[in-house]
């Protein structure tokens, strides 16, 4: 087609022809660069916009559509309606620098610049392209000094992601400094020198307000020419898309952002409200400058012991601001400033899409300052403010924190609970980590990047997963991921520092757990319960080594050491004999008990029932796993506490005349303590499950609320009766016979100040009532009610969603129980219980009702006239207990002496001693004995430590023996009990006599050495954590009575008498004894 260019119109000829002389110029190389020519031509590079210094230097180009010429750039001033303050400028930080090249336009934000000329005749408004194009062809610009900085006074310029200064930047090849703020180029009232000027207007004028409600002031921030990255990879503004939880999308350009700064230069990000973000924005530099953080009381919001260094001290990392929930991130979406959450694979890929970290050195960490960073997402309701969210099985999931790392492929730092900040007037006090009323330890979690697939494939490999013939490759990679994670979990991340020596101690954990999990899966009875997990990993530890728990208590985590040398053992079995199943490695009671506890039942049925499961949704593999799990936890609750049918009274509050022996019974309170474990509660504390038998009989339930006037949820009334009507509880009227009339109103000593009707208040109520001391009548589904200690109360709040909600400094008030009751007080103030304050009323407290004449509740405190004017007493919390002692268990334990026990006697032996040991005390009152004629010889008779005298020497010589039946009787005691073989009844009764009468002295010699400690519980506990069997039965068997084993019980009954004994370090020791006594293997055999 012939082209001829006399059709072209005018538009489009112009065009040409100023493509053609950019051309020409050198500056046609994008249609960005194509169009700053353009602007060039019309007057944005010309003579008339440039700023100069009096004596002609140039300074810079005006672009505000107002003339100014004569600049001052030495300061700039932050000005607060008339209040104007100088500030030093941050681009005269360096000594001798040359003047910065300053830019000033009319308007913008972080997306455009606004320009006009200064006789305000022309108007345009530029792309972050476009802008950066014509400072690039500005020759003006181009002449300064290389070390010459550049300046932009444009407003928000520098707010959000720096797109807009870092192309300026890497065109110019210049540090360009840009405000995330109001920011302009105004002269100055005085002198009238133009002069760099901020605006504060965070107070909006109001300077009495205690927080700022304006917008944020903003700062400086340096972009240098490198900044923006390269161009390979890089998405285009507005290609980055987050994904949320609710399924919808957020563009990374639509995240509400700040940069945070160090002199000047960002180190990192945050991602908060505009609200959020004046509060802290005086202090995040601060924040990142922080080498040291601190343990927070969640009940004083103080300090609990001295700070502890940051684990990234000494490095250099990016730093990410964002509130975040357990396995969430709450970015802000900018137009509407709401939370929208999102997973952290999706974080992780905002942070990779991040210039300022895509070009970090690759050892360069992040810091993710997060609420609940490195917690993964779990059961929660109250928990959040009592414990952590209980996840059922932590190798299955993964946390926020953990998704940045494995999408990042860098190391993290995240706390694992909430991250808190103290400050006041612009300054950071301190930072650190809540912990819970029960001071819990939390720490500064170090994570790093999980194994990629092609890496899951090799360590399947290294692990020895290959030998399972039914593991296809992508289940191989899925448990060898779970692999993993249960050796970081056990030993820290740290544990894979000698991952890549195929002789360091990496790949021997790794083929042990490997080999543990070929084991599991090819054992019948465990393999279709799921995927091997962190519970399994603790139970066969305990098992390999002998551990054992006392009767009523938890179990105590095994050290690593114990998991390490387990492994190491795992592996050497499947070696000699690859056939093996994890029941030929370790015996799992429980776990088998458990097994055949679910077997009795429907098994669907079963997991339905104790994860809460729906009828019609299907019971899957995980269900399955999650339900044995926790009925594991039941069995060990149930059937090793000392005295289970006191268990099952309490814990299913067995109205009078109930059997607790019955089975049904029994059975109902496995599947109860299964139910409370699979919601992460204590299974093995009977007031913990005590607490939820009052929970699944609705005490926690919406009926049982008590409404504030304002319509919120204020209290729980257990009477039995309906709800009362709406409750102003900050306020309470004084009557002399409990009725209104003669009655006057007053204001509650819990009262927050300056709140009325339309706040909530400041107590929660909790209407009760109770006919016997220290116990609370719970009213029941069937209309009756049942006696509930204190303790239970208190542990049911301690689980009651409604409160955890409200501040800390909402208080309880008892209502309806006998006034002063201090024991009620000191129970919910506890930190296992409510950990509030609790105001306790001194004289009798009642709520009452008044509708139907009004739809209003009073609390009404009957008090005589002349009575004194003390309504209330006051029960705070209890200070915080000292944290429990750390991990690592001494390789070294002493515990009493260090000497060597005793070997413990042979068969024969045993017999002997025995023998030896009965006294006429220990016969019945018809002792076993010879009958008829039998004889026995003096040897027998020496050998069973009868004194042989001149009469029975002489009897034997002349009759062939000594009738057996003419010797005294507990001389014929002990020749019978000499004998070989099986003894008959009677004599096992004579032996178990003996038996308890040695154990009971050995106890008056212990009990005696401590006569101020719970002798009788550490004697008796380390019986269960020594001997096989029950308590009775060990001191009744008289194999475990003489003196090896009396030893060995007195010096772990020492140990456990000894204050703040770790349970591990006991469970330890016993585990020790137990081998060298040959316990182990089982007991001698008489």
């Not at 084991?519 to 551990?547: K, P, S």
């Not at 929970?695 to 049982?704: C, K, P, Q, S, V």
Request: proline share 9%.
């Amino acid at each position: 087609m012939r082209f001829d260019a006399d059709d072209l119109s005018h538009r489009v000829r112009r065009l040409y022809e100023l493509t053609a002389q950019a051309m020409a110029a050198g500056r046609a190389t994008s249609p960005a660069s194509l169009t700053a020519y353009h602007l060039g031509r019309q007057g944005l590079l010309s003579d008339a916009t440039r700023l100069t210094a009096p004596d002609g230097t140039p300074l810079g180009r005006n672009w505000t559509g107002r003339h100014a010429r004569d600049l001052d750039v030495s300061s700039y001033d932050v000005v607060d309606g008339d209040d104007r303050s100088p500030r030093p400028s941050p681009w005269a930080r360096r000594p001798g620098a040359p003047l910065p090249y300053v830019i000033g336009t009319k308007d913008g934000d972080h997306t455009k610049v606004g320009l006009v000329l200064p006789d305000g005749s022309k108007r345009w408004r530029l792309s972050p392209e476009e802008f950066a194009e014509l400072l690039a062809q500005d020759e003006q610009l181009a002449a300064r000094e290389d070390t010459a900085e550049a300046v932009l006074v444009s407003p928000n310029a520098g707010a959000m992601g720096l797109d807009l200064p870092r192309r300026a930047a890497a065109r110019t090849r210049r540090t360009l400094w840009s405000h995330s703020g109001e920011v302009a180029l105004k002269p100055h009232p005085d002198t009238g020198r133009h002069r760099v000027e901020v605006t504060d207007d965070r107070f909006l004028g109001d300077e009495s307000a205690d927080e700022p409600m304006g917008e944020p002031l903003g700062e400086w921030i340096a972009s240098a020419p490198d900044d923006l990255g390269p161009e390979e990879g890089r998405p285009e503004p507005g290609e980055g898309v987050l994904r949320t939880i609710d399924g919808k999308t957020l563009r990374d350009a639509d995240v509400k952002s700040v940069t945070l700064v160090d002199d000047g230069r960002p180190v990192g990000r945050a991602v908060v409200n505009g609200s959020d973000l004046i509060r802290r924005e005086p202090w995040l530099q601060q924040l990142t400058r922080s080498t040291e953080w601190f343990v927070y009381d969640p009940v004083t919001g103080q300090p609990i012991g001295n700070p502890r260094l940051v684990p990234w001290k000494g490095r250099k990392p990016y730093f990410f601001l964002v509130h975040g929930l357990p396995g969430q991130t709450l970015m802000v979406e900018k137009m509407f400033q709401n939370d929208v959450a999102v997973r952290g694979t999706e974080t992780g890929g905002y942070l990779r899409r991040r210039p300022s970290v895509s070009r970090l050195d690759r050892d360069t960490p992040l810091v993710l300052l997060s609420c609940w960073g490195s917690a993964p997402e779990g059961h929660t309701a109250a928990a959040l403010k009592r414990s952590r969210p209980f996840v059922p099985d932590p190798l299955a999931v993964s946390s926020a924190a953990q998704d940045v790392s494995n999408v990042t492929r860098r190391d993290v730092y995240a706390p694992d609970r909430e991250h808190l900040s103290r400050y006041a007037k612009g300054k950071l006090y301190d930072q650190g980590i809540g912990t819970t009323p029960a001071n819990d330890p939390v720490d500064m979690v170090k994570l790093r990047p999980e194994p990629t697939s092609g890496e899951l494939d090799v360590l399947a490999a290294q692990a020895g997963l290959e030998t399972s013939p039914d593991l296809t490759p992508a289940m191989a990679r899925d448990t060898a991921l779970r692999l993993v994670r249960a050796l970081r979990m056990t030993f820290g991340v740290d544990v894979e520092e000698d991952k890549d020596d195929p002789a360091g101690t990496y790949r021997r954990l790794l083929r042990g757990i490997g080999a543990l999990e070929v084991m599991r899966r090819g054992d019948g009875d465990l393999r279709e319960y799921g995927e091997l997990t962190l519970d399994l990993l603790d139970r066969v530890t305990r098992a390999h080594h002998g551990l054992r728990t006392a009767p009523g208590s938890r179990p105590a985590p095994p050290d690593p050491d114990d998991v390490r040398t387990m492994l190491e053992a795992a592996s050497a079995r499947l070696s000699t004999d690859p056939e093996s199943a994890l029941h030929d490695f370790v015996a799992l009671p429980s776990v088998d008990r458990a097994r055949e506890l679910v077997g009795r039942h429907d098994p669907d049925r079963w997991t339905r029932q104790v994860l809460g499961l729906r009828t019609p949704a299907p019971v899957t593999a995980t269900d399955r796993q999650n339900a044995l799990w926790a009925t594991v936890q039941a069995v060990e609750s149930v059937e090793n506490h000392p005295d289970p049918d006191a268990l099952t009274a309490k814990a299913l509050h067995l109205p009078t005349g109930e059997d607790p022996r019955d089975e049904t019974l029994r059975t109902d309170l496995l599947r109860t303590a299964a139910t409370a474990a699979a919601l992460g509660r204590d299974a093995y504390d009977p007031t913990a499950l005590a607490a939820y038998d009052l929970e699944r009989h609705g005490a926690l339930d919406e009926r049982t609320l008590v409404t504030s006037v304002n319509g919120t949820f204020a209290g729980r009334s257990w009477t039995g009766k309906p709800a009362p009507s709406r409750v102003w509880a900050d306020r309470y009227v004084i009557s002399p016979d409990g009725g209104l009339n003669n009655s006057r109103g007053a204001l509650a000593p819990w009262h927050r100040k300056g709140a009325g009707k339309n706040d909530h208040p400041g107590a929660y109520v909790l209407d009760m009532t109770g006919t016997t001391p220290g116990q609370v009548d719970m009213p029941w589904p069937d209309g009756t009610t049942r006696p509930v200690p204190y303790d239970e109360i208190a542990e049911l709040l301690s689980h009651d969603p409604v409160l955890a909600r409200l501040d800390r400094d909402v208080t309880v008030v008892p209502v309806g129980t006998e006034p002063g009751d201090t024991a009620l007080a000191e129970a919910i103030a506890a930190r296992t219980g409510a950990a509030r304050t609790v105001w306790l009323p001194t004289r009798p407290l009642r709520l009452l009702d008044r509708r139907p004449a009004v739809n209003e509740s009073l609390l009404v405190l009957t008090s005589p006239q002349d009575a004194p004017p003390t309504h209330w007493s006051q029960t705070h919390p209890p200070a915080p207990a000292a944290q429990p002692p750390g991990t690592a268990v001494p390789d070294v334990i002493t515990a009493g002496d260090d000497t060597p026990l005793q070997a413990p006697p042979s068969e024969e032996g045993l017999r002997q001693w025995i023998v030896g040991r009965v006294s006429a005390d220990d016969l019945p009152e018809d002792p076993p004995g010879f009958t008829g004629a039998e004889t026995v010889t003096l040897d027998a008779l020496r050998d069973a430590g009868v004194e042989v005298t001149p009469g029975l020497e002489v009897e034997a010589q002349l009759g062939g023996g000594v009738r057996g039946s003419g010797l005294p009787p507990l001389d014929q005691v002990r020749l019978l009990l000499a004998r070989p073989g099986p003894w008959p009844d009677a004599l096992d009764a004579v032996a178990a006599t003996a038996a308890r009468r040695i154990w009971r002295s050995a106890f008056t010699d212990f009990g005696s050495a401590f006569p101020d400690t719970d002798a009788a519980r550490a004697w008796d506990t380390a019986l269960g954590l020594l001997l096989p069997g029950d308590a009775d039965s060990v001191r009744a068997d008289w194999r475990y009575a003489a003196e090896a084993y009396r030893d060995a019980v007195r010096r772990l009954a020492d140990l456990l008498s000894a204050e703040g004994t770790d349970p591990r370090t006991a469970e330890r020791l016993a585990a020790r004894y137990r081998h060298a006594l040959g316990l182990d293997r089982g007991p001698s055999q008489a």
